[in-house]
């Protein structure tokens, strides 16, 4: 059974940071791309960042020199660094799993990050 387990969401104010914390199980991790998305209330949910099975990472053009996704394979876990954040980045986070061919994907339930100005 294939898990995605979000946390560290929160209210922070405006240039604060957060951690976004996923750990996963029923997969094999190693192997699988990891990817942290974005949903802010009446928009559609956006990619933030992305990470390869080789641990090399690609963001969206918004939180680049803000935002630090890294994974671990051992404990198998990915990690969204956030900082300096803004009132925009509000929203409810997703930790989303899928293989390199893309044929099936897997999201989590998702962390409320609010960022006051």
């Known amino acids: 059974q294939v898990q995605l387990v979000e946390s560290g969401g929160g209210v922070v104010q405006a240039g604060g940071s957060l951690n976004l914390s996923c750990a996963a199980s029923?997969?094999?991790?190693?192997?699988?791309?990891m990817s942290w998305y974005r949903q802010a209330p009446g928009n559609e949910r956006e990619l933030v960042a992305r990470i390869t099975s080789s641990g090399r990472a690609n963001y969206q053009e918004s939180v680049k020199g803000r935002f630090t996704m890294s994974r671990d394979n051992v404990k198998q876990t990915t990690v969204l660094q956030m900082n300096s954040l803004k009132p925009e980045d509000t929203g409810e986070y997703y930790c989303?799993?899928?293989?390199?061919?893309?044929?099936?994907?897997?999201w989590g339930q998702g962390t409320q990050v609010t960022v006051s100005s």
């Open positions: 989303h799993s899928m293989p390199q061919d893309r044929t099936v994907g897997y």
């Open positions: 029923g997969f094999p991790f190693s192997s699988y791309y």
